[in-house]
């Protein structure tokens, strides 16, 4: 089937021309007060990914032949890249989630650090959630996607070294539950 590159393009504008993948804000909220980014931290995300899932498939054999069924839906880890800044505020956050999470640097456990020690801690105590909103071209908001029950599992570390220059920037790696569109 034949087309024109007029037709394309016309096709492609009506569409709103397509997603740009740079225009985007995060928002990366705790449960409580101790965890997640403020308004002025969260504009340090500058990388992150729409999730993606995966249905695995259960296999079965009758009569000596393998048959697939759908199985389980699976998330793999989110991923954000956060720019430094020189008050370590957004880092020390995660860190802090991340201590709140495991415990005292010790091991020690206690109601504050390592809540699962405790009798009548929940999970929710340290999961927070997190929401990207795509953005059209025009300033408005696009596709929201709100991730649920998300926390830190790696807190990359940073280089520093003189040859090079620029912002500092690490990777977080969250684990979370699922994931939903909003809008």
Excluded: H
Excluded at 46 to 51: F, G, H, S, V
Excluded at 80 to 99: C, G, H, L, P
Excluded at 120 to 145: H, V
């Amino acid at each position: 089937m034949a087309f024109t590159v007029s037709e394309f393009k016309s096709n492609i504008a009506s569409n709103g021309g397509g997603a740009r993948p740079n225009l985007f804000t995060v928002s990366i909220s705790g449960k409580t007060q101790a965890i997640g980014f403020d308004a002025d931290e969260n504009i340090l995300v500058k990388a992150a990914q729409i999730p993606g899932s995966t249905i695995a498939a259960q296999t079965l054999t009758y009569l000596g032949r393998p048959i697939k069924y759908t199985g389980f839906r699976t998330y793999d880890n989110w991923t954000t890249t956060v720019m430094n800044d020189e008050n370590f505020t957004a880092r020390d956050k995660i860190s802090q989630w991340m201590r709140l999470i495991t415990g005292k640097f010790d091991g020690e456990r206690n109601k504050t650090f390592g809540p699962y020690a405790t009798a009548g801690a929940t999970a929710s105590y340290f999961e927070g959630d997190a929401t990207i909103t795509q953005l059209k071209k025009d300033g408005t908001d696009g596709p929201k996607y709100k991730i649920e029950n998300i926390w830190p599992t790696s807190l990359a570390a940073i280089p520093v070294n003189w040859g090079t220059d620029g912002v500092e920037t690490y990777d977080i790696e969250w684990c979370f539950d699922t994931f939903t569109r909003i809008s």
